[in-house]
């Protein structure tokens, strides 16, 4: 497949809006606005199936229609630049090497859903992309691209680029409406859910990065175009950021579909040091660990469920033979512990003790009947918490059980693990 | 205290969001990046500043751990040690920054040069393992680099 959102990201200077404009950019919008009413737009990216890269899945162009015509109230379109899943690192390519590509796909996406100001969302860690994204917000304004009366056409749309605090949870869409309404990032019970009721009680769309930076070419290139990348319920170009025991860890923009396999092994060069693998998490902790046996698996939303996974953020960590899973659980639940808003308590409470016990384990002080201790209490989790959150910290420990429970059983017998691990920095 | 240029800052933020309270993050940035930390005295300063009850202010403070409220070193060593990080060595990296720096995560040298700190994925995890002091992302890092950073940010300071 030919490169569509990475296709100019080492251009040097992609950056600049001149380059950019060379390089064919901003044409999608002078089109978008002049060619298509803001219903038109709707329905090409319904035709095209994009589904969001923020982890859910959820059809785009669905969502856009949500937004209530006849709402006498103000719209906004937020863009969530949060990016928090540990593993991915894609969004920070896309807004730091091509900010323009996303800043045309938001104006045009504010214009479909009749947004007049965008929020920026972006995580507060992240000061050079913000830095990037600020003096491009700058150069758009000053050629018209943003402001008033855009292009001629009488549309008009400013940015703000909100910077977080270095919370996880504000990149979960009501935490974040929370976050830019300068409270707690605490999350809200849907419904009513953000197209009806979102950031100030205003009618919201909110979409990711990589989702909105795909809008500029299904509008130049047609949602027939679109859906015959990919496969046919999850079509289009995806961005897969692999990391972990990989000979050439990175970012890659492959067709949705592509298997697990190609991008380990093709694009990514294969396991480190020749070892064999181990394990694979598909989209970031928050999706099930997948054995060596489905390495056959097509990443894209649907064949991920089919294997008992998910795509989520389609950032694949990789894991070698001398990995204990154990030990990694207990990283990943730490994550969740730290990171848990703290407002219902099977997420609160549930998360502390998972890492506790986790920790006894990993320290050599496991007992008979943890395993099931750990089951129980993901089990007081799942399903009983207000956002998904909850049920993304349990993921795992149920994964790691359910895969390497001899792994857990040798750890408590024993009190050490089960592989030697290799020192890794030198 | 916080500084005349930035209080100009802050109260020019009244009025850039549809809700004022909207302010609070960005002005929390503001004085972060003046100082490192903002402390009780600030949080109240800027409060002060937005016409906001210094309790929401406190309140929305606390809960993002960007904005640590006691002072901490010139430089803030933020290692990631989430899985990716973690599986490249990161809690070796660690160590070795405890060995180097004769201080525990969480502590700050005695001359006030560098504050210890682990800290959860920064989106960076391709490059493993690595670190952020203050606003810079260091990746791919080895004993060699790691050493050639401090020195130059001690040499910075000569
Ligand atoms: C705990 C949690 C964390 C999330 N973090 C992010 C994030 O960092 N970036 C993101 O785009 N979406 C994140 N999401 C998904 C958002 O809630 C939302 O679904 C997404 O921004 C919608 O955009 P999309 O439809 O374009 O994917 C998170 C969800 C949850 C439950
Ligand atoms: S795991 Fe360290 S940067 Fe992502």
Redesign the pocket.
């Known amino acids: 497949m030919e490169k569509i959102l990475f296709k100019h990201i080492d251009f040097p200077e992609q950056y600049k809006i001149d380059v950019y404009i060379k390089n064919g950019g901003y044409i999608a919008l002078s089109k978008a606005l002049k060619e298509f009413t803001p219903d038109d737009l709707i329905e090409m990216v319904k035709k095209s199936n994009l589904r969001?890269?923020?982890?859910?899945?959820?059809p785009?162009g669905v969502?856009w229609g949500f937004v209530p015509k006849d709402s006498p109230k103000a719209k906004y379109l937020i863009c969530?630049a949060?990016?928090?899943?540990p593993g991915t690192f894609k969004?920070r390519w896309l807004l730091e090497k091509d900010p323009h590509q996303l800043l045309e796909g938001i104006i045009i996406s504010s214009y479909a859903t009749g947004a007049h100001l965008c929020f920026i969302y972006i995580r507060g860690e992240f000061s050079f992309g913000a830095k990037r994204l600020k003096g491009a917000i700058e150069e758009a304004y000053q050629k018209g691209f943003l402001g008033k009366n855009i292009l001629g056409t009488g549309f008009d749309l400013d940015i703000i680029l909100y910077r977080g605090g270095g919370a996880?949870?504000c990149?979960?869409?009501t935490s974040?409406m929370n976050s830019i309404q300068g409270e707690r990032g605490l999350t809200r019970l849907k419904p009513p859910f953000p197209t009806s009721a979102g950031v100030y009680e205003c009618p919201t769309v909110?979409?990711?990065?990589e989702?909105?930076s795909n809008i500029p070419h299904i509008v130049l290139n047609g949602p027939e175009w679109f859906s015959s990348i990919g496969t046919p319920t999850s079509p289009g170009p995806k961005i897969y950021s692999v990391s972990g025991h990989v000979k050439k860890p990175g970012n890659y923009e492959l067709p949705m579909g592509t298997t697990l396999k190609e991008i380990i092994y093709e694009h990514a060069g294969g396991i480190k040091d020749n070892k064999n693998l181990k394990a694979v998490i598909p989209g970031g902790i928050?999706t099930p660990v997948l054995t060596p046996d489905k390495l056959f698996a097509k990443m894209d939303f649907d064949s991920m469920c089919d294997v008992g996974s998910m795509l989520g953020?389609g950032a694949v960590i990789v894991m070698d033979e001398t990995t204990c899973m154990v030990k990694s659980a207990q990283r990943m639940v730490k994550f969740f512990e730290h990171e848990s808003c703290g407002k219902c308590t099977p997420c609160r409470e549930g998360t502390y003790w998972l890492s506790r016990i986790l920790e006894r384990i990993e320290n050599g002080g496991g007992e008979e009947g943890d395993i099931q201790l750990l089951l129980d209490i993901c089990d007081n989790i799942c399903g009983k918490t207000l956002?998904?959150?909850g049920d993304?910290a349990i993921i795992p420990v149920l994964s790691t059980i359910e895969n390497f429970r001899e792994e857990y059983e040798y750890h408590i017998k024993n009190k050490k693990c089960m592989v030697t691990p290799v020192r890794r920095f030198d | 205290m916080i500084s005349k240029k930035i209080k100009g800052r802050i109260v020019e933020l009244k009025e850039k969001f549809p809700q004022r309270k909207s302010a609070i993050l960005p002005a929390l940035h503001l004085v972060l990046k003046e100082k490192n930390y903002v402390e009780k005295e600030s949080l109240k300063e800027i409060a002060g500043l937005l016409e906001l009850p210094p309790i929401e202010v406190f309140e929305t403070a606390s809960f993002y751990t960007m904005f640590p409220q006691k002072k901490v070193g010139k430089y803030h060593i933020q290692v990631c040690t989430n899985l990716s990080c973690s599986l490249l060595g990161a809690e070796e990296l660690v160590k070795y920054l405890e060995e180097k720096l004769k201080i525990k995560v969480g502590e700050t040298t005695p001359n006030g040069m560098f504050t210890l700190s682990t800290v959860e994925c920064l989106g960076s995890c391709g490059t493993a393992p690595m670190m952020q002091i203050n606003e810079d992302y260091y990746e791919n890092l080895t004993k060699e680099k790691v050493d050639r950073i401090l020195d130059d940010l001690l040499k910075k300071q000569i």
């Open positions: 969001g890269r923020g982890g859910a899945g959820f785009t969502k969530n949060d990016e928090g899943e969004d996880y949870i990149g979960e869409e974040l909110i979409n990711n990065v989702t909105l928050s953020s956002c998904p959150m993304g």
